[in-house]
């Protein structure tokens, strides 16, 4: 079973929109819960993708949760709000959106956000695949390449972390269909759909 995370974004003051994030995914655990609970499939059975703010909420879910889903995949990269601190021009178009924290605290909730901040005392994460591609101005290449060599750091966590890497602005057919069936291919390994 694979669940695709999504979120409507709304213009919120800060604080709120930080709460808005961590209410989602709360909802996603209670999305996993509640297929495993009722015996509609099993954990090892779960995949989940998403990207953007989606991608945010789905590895905090799995920083919390590693136990309930057996691989994800973003789509575009990770998306971290640790990046609006960074006064760069490419995080501007992240500034438009979310505003800057304005002050210790607020940076603190973009931290308590961050799957990245979060990953070192882990004891398990899920098999994860992560494609980036380096002409979305929207997620910093950074998150993505740390969050990757964070996972295979730490000695703890077993499952494979792979990235794909796309410079294209703009993708053939084939080009495409390969960088989706390597995604699928990831996916179907680890369900072990075989």
């Known amino acids: ?12 003051n800060f604080k709120d929109e930080m709460q808005s994030i961590r209410n989602a995914s709360l909802d996603l655990n209670l999305v996993f819960k509640y297929l495993i609970n009722n015996k ?6 779960i995949s989940a993708g998403s990207s953007g703010l989606g991608a945010l909420i789905l590895a905090n879910t799995a920083v919390e949760h590693p136990d309930l889903l057996q691989c994800l995949f973003f789509i575009d990269g990770l998306f971290d709000l640790t990046s609006l601190i960074d006064k760069t021009e490419s995080t501007q178009n992240i500034r438009n959106l979310f505003g800057e924290p304005a002050d210790t605290s607020e940076f603190r909730m973009c931290l308590n956000n961050s799957p990245i901040y979060r990953i070192s005392g882990l004891t398990s994460f899920p098999a994860t695949y992560i494609e980036h591609r380096f002409y979305d101005k929207l997620i910093p290449a950074n998150n993505s390449f740390r969050m990757a060599a964070l996972l295979q750091k730490n000695e703890n966590i077993v499952e494979p972390v792979l990235m794909s890497i796309n410079n294209s602005t703009t993708l053939t057919l084939d080009q495409d269909v390969t960088l989706r069936a390597r995604r699928w291919s990831f996916v179907e390994h680890h369900l072990k759909m075989q």
Not at 1 to 12: A, D, R, T, W, Y
Not at 40 to 45: E, L, M, V
């Open 1 to 12: 079973m694979n669940v695709l995370q999504g979120i409507e974004l709304k213009k919120l």
């Open 40 to 45: 509609i499939t099993n954990s090892d059975k």
